[in-house]
């Protein structure tokens, strides 16, 4: 049994991982081709006009989480989370394809653009489904004293996904002329994506479910709280994610389209240094959670939070001044890490908030909402900011903002690394 139960527990914690991954960079891909987007399906008298309805298209999605998050979160809480993380990985892989594969408004209008909408619709309802799930799946699989680490590489998988449509988003934009790139090119990551969905499926059909959500269907809960506190979680856990998506949003996926707008760097440029900053998210983030197991998951959350209200500001501006390309990297790379801090003990601290039992729908719900009202629409926010004020820095106001409202949420937390997972 010793020896069965570890391959058991790496199988299924890989599964979620894999597929995790997939399912970001089908989500993420379309941020990273937006200046295209804008041209291909919201073309209008000016850019920026063009850009603002491309990012709202791609806010558009994450108003569709918190119901993706309610619906298959509630799914996941009845049936299990092995059948929820069936059904969000379909999901995403189809609107991804849907996005490839519509025609331009050139060639049919109107109808475009509202097609984009409709499949960034369906891959909002799915990651919100998808992110609550497969968190509540890691750290529910993961050994005593271990859901630091094991939480963690649920963020770094979503980092890796990430990394993984800039990568493919700069390819693609490095080895095709601009004129190729603009013509087909774009539509190279979304179908990739769609090829990349069946890999998910097929792992994640030949997995067991969480030994945790078992004995929450076969045992009586002693914990068992008043009707009204799983709101109270979804709401501590929506204030704790503040800073965690406007921070991912602003810096990994805005990021590119500041640098070609603001800074005037070409777009394989600004994607290259997008990714550099990822790598760093993806190595770092489960380093960070192994560490959360042994200090505890408050003193690097707050340390994030303070971090990123010293440094933003700086930061932005060091990147408007005119440094060479170089600094811009480095300048991404501080800033990815900041990120990474925070998100290394973030999943499992957020899961720690909510008993088994309703852990998938209300963490899901608090998460979801916060996505939706401050990370997906941070890249709208950021480009009508910075056309209203004439500031290019008003983004770094943004996510200052966000680090000083989750500090003073996880200030309140109680550690819970070394409590039993309820």
């Not at 005037?264 to 994607?271: E, H, K």
């Not at 990714?275 to 380093?287: E, F, Q, R």
């Not at 973030?346 to 039992?357: L, M, N, V």
Request: glycine letters at 10%.
């Amino acid at each position: 049994m010793t020896a069965r139960v570890p391959r058991e527990v790496r199988r299924a914690v890989a599964a979620a991982v894999v597929g995790n991954v997939l399912e970001w960079y089908d989500f993420a891909v379309y941020a990273y081709m937006a200046t295209v987007i804008a041209k291909k399906f919201f073309p209008a008298g000016d850019d920026v006009t063009s850009l603002l309805s491309t990012f709202a298209a791609f806010g558009l999605g994450f108003v569709a989480r918190p119901l993706g998050g309610i619906v298959i979160g509630r799914l996941g809480d009845l049936k299990g989370r092995k059948t929820a993380l069936l059904v969000t990985i379909v999901l995403m892989a189809g609107g991804t394809v849907a996005i490839g594969l519509v025609p331009t408004f050139e060639t049919i209008g109107i109808v475009a653009p509202i097609l984009v909408v409709l499949a960034r619709l369906v891959q909002g309802f799915s990651a919100g489904g998808e992110w609550g799930g497969s968190t509540a799946f890691i750290v529910e699989w993961a050994p005593p004293g271990r859901r630091g680490l094991y939480g963690s590489l649920q963020q770094c998988s979503v980092a890796a996904g990430l990394l993984l449509g800039s990568g493919v988003a700069a390819l693609v934009n490095t080895w095709l002329s601009a004129e190729a790139s603009d013509s087909w090119g774009w539509r190279i990551p979304f179908l990739l994506g769609g090829l990349l969905g069946p890999v998910g499926l097929y792992m994640r059909t030949h997995i067991a479910e969480t030994p945790a959500f078992v004995r929450s269907t076969t045992v009586a809960d002693p914990s068992r709280q008043p009707p009204a506190a799983p709101v109270m979680l979804a709401a501590r856990a929506f204030s704790f994610t503040v800073f965690w998506t406007v921070s991912y949003y602003i810096v990994l996926t805005y990021m590119p389209t500041f640098l070609q707008k603001q800074v005037g760097v070409a777009r394989s440029q600004a994607l290259w240094a997008t990714t550099s900053g990822l790598l760093v998210m993806v190595i770092a983030t489960p380093l960070m959670g192994l560490l959360s197991d042994r200090v505890g998951r408050r003193p690097l959350l707050a340390l994030a939070c303070v971090a990123s209200l010293v440094l933003t500001y700086p930061c932005f501006k060091l990147m408007l001044s005119g440094v060479p390309l170089s600094t811009i990297f480095l300048v991404q790379l501080a800033l990815a890490f900041v990120i990474a801090v925070f998100s290394g003990p973030g999943p499992a601290a957020i899961a720690e908030i909510f008993p088994t039992r309703v852990r998938s729908t209300w963490m899901s719900t608090g998460y979801s909402f916060a996505v939706a009202i401050f990370g997906g629409f941070a890249p709208f926010i950021a480009t009508w900011l910075i056309a209203r004020t004439g500031d290019p820095l008003a983004p770094s106001y943004y996510l200052m903002a966000a680090a000083a409202i989750t500090l003073v949420v996880v200030l309140r937390l109680e550690e819970t690394a070394r409590a039993p997972l309820r």
